[in-house]
């Protein structure tokens, strides 16, 4: 009895021992699964972040093929074209000078003509020619030229815009050929007062149009930069509100608001610029397109480089542009920039600038 009462217990042993290690190894599997599961997550978010690499990396690739592209064929274009249109200019000036003489040739040609009727009417009293022959075969022909001279002094002054026009449009398309080759500069600028001096400097258009230009947010707010680079960005924002509001008939006010801010976000500090307008807003459709270069919304005044500047200016200062928009309510531009120097609070009434 007691020797079978021993082997049980002993088996119970056993058994006791068979499931520890049972469920030992169990937790050790179970162990093993939580690193492979944690590994593989691990795993899974370097992949992640690679492929965010890679295609970061060849959205970049792909930029710049399309930049150098871009500013081979623009270069080549714009210099031929600089040189056609110079050509055509010199040759068109003779007209403009006729002679050397500082007059255009068609005013030339009208005061020939009032001569000559004075000469005839000379002649007449000399020589007693009847005035019915002098207006039967001579008026309608002077007066044939005296409209003619009109006619082409009209079309110089038409022609001669077209060259200049031409002539600058392919001066900004050559620029912006170059930009790949421009470098950020590194002087004290102030985007605060650039913003606010635009009060004063468009004044004139403002009051015409009926806007109200208001900046408010950060009295100062510097950067490291050349400040031709800086205007040129805000300028172009500006001037662009300020046109899409003069073609909008409403009996609302007409609004151009600016804000300065400063921001933080995982990668640091930054200044935050916001441009809105209460115009007639950007279709949706058009939204993604308003950056590309020679895309423009004014085909018969504009050149459709001035965003396409404006984006290539921020991102050579390492910022971003974004654009928001509702058809019929306006637009807002976001320039996020690296903030650099010091920045100071507006008190409210610094802000509002007319």
């Known amino acids: 009895m007691k020797t079978s009462r021993k082997k049980l217990l002993e088996q119970i042993e056993i058994a006791d021992q068979r499931y520890?290690?049972?469920?030992?190894?169990?937790?050790?599997?179970?162990?093993?699964?939580?690193?492979?599961?944690?590994?593989?997550?691990?795993?899974?978010?370097?992949?992640?972040?690679?492929t965010k690499e890679l295609r970061e990396t060849q959205s970049k690739?792909?930029?710049?093929?399309?930049?150098?592209?871009?500013?081979?064929?623009?270069?080549?274009?714009?210099?031929?074209?600089?040189?056609?249109?110079?050509?055509?200019?010199?040759?068109?000036?003779t007209t403009l000078n006729y002679k050397e003489q500082g007059r255009p040739s068609a005013e030339i040609l009208k005061e020939s003509a009032t001569t000559l009727l004075k000469n005839i009417s000379?002649?007449?009293?000399?020589?007693?020619?009847?005035?019915?022959?002098?207006?039967?075969?001579?008026?309608p022909q002077l007066k044939t030229i005296a409209e003619i001279s009109?006619?082409?002094?009209?079309?110089?002054?038409?022609?001669?815009?077209?060259?200049?026009?031409?002539l600058s449009i392919t001066t900004q398309i050559r620029d912006y050929a170059k930009m790949s080759e421009?470098?950020?500069?590194?002087?004290?600028?102030?985007?605060?007062?650039?913003?606010?001096?635009?009060?004063?400097?468009?004044?004139?258009?403002?009051?015409?149009?009926?806007?109200?230009?208001?900046v408010e947010g950060l009295e100062?707010?510097?950067?490291?930069?050349?400040?031709t680079h800086i205007n040129s960005i805000f300028s172009n924002l500006v001037l662009n509100a300020k046109d899409a509001l003069e073609e909008v008939e409403t009996e609302r006010s007409k609004e151009i608001r600016v804000a300065v801010e400063m921001k933080e976000d995982d990668t640091g500090s930054f200044l935050l610029i916001?441009?809105?307008?209460?115009?007639?807003?950007?279709?949706?459709?058009n939204l993604n397109e308003i950056f590309e270069p020679f895309y423009s919304t004014k085909p018969t005044t504009g050149t459709g480089l001035g965003l396409g500047v404006v984006r290539r200016l921020v991102q050579l200062y390492g910022g971003k542009i974004e654009v928001e928009s509702v058809a019929g309510e306006g637009?807002?531009?976001?320039?996020?920039?690296?903030?650099?120097?010091?920045?100071?609070?507006?008190?409210?009434?610094?802000?509002?600038?007319?």
Do not use: C, W
């Open 20 to 50: 520890f290690r049972e469920m030992e190894a169990k937790e050790k599997e179970l162990q093993a699964r939580k690193e492979l599961q944690k590994y593989a997550g691990q795993l899974e978010d370097m992949v992640d972040e690679r």
């Open 61 to 93: 690739l792909i930029e710049t093929e399309k930049r150098t592209l871009e500013h081979r064929i623009t270069g080549g274009f714009a210099h031929e074209m600089r040189n056609a249109l110079a050509g055509a200019q010199l040759e068109f000036k």
């Open 122 to 139: 000379v002649l007449h009293e000399k020589h007693n020619i009847p005035r019915e022959e002098i207006a039967t075969l001579v008026l």
């Open 150 to 166: 009109d006619h082409l002094a009209g079309v110089h002054a038409d022609v001669s815009h077209d060259l200049d026009r031409g």
């Open 182 to 214: 421009i470098k950020p500069g590194e002087v004290t600028v102030d985007i605060g007062a650039l913003l606010r001096s635009y009060r004063d400097r468009y004044s004139q258009d403002f009051e015409r149009i009926g806007i109200t230009y208001t």
């Open 220 to 227: 100062s707010a510097v950067i490291k930069a050349d400040e």
């Open 274 to 285: 916001t441009v809105a307008d209460n115009g007639p807003g950007i279709p949706e459709e």
């Open 331 to 354: 637009s807002r531009f976001l320039i996020m920039l690296p903030g650099t120097g010091s920045v100071l609070k507006s008190s409210p009434n610094e802000g509002n600038d007319k």
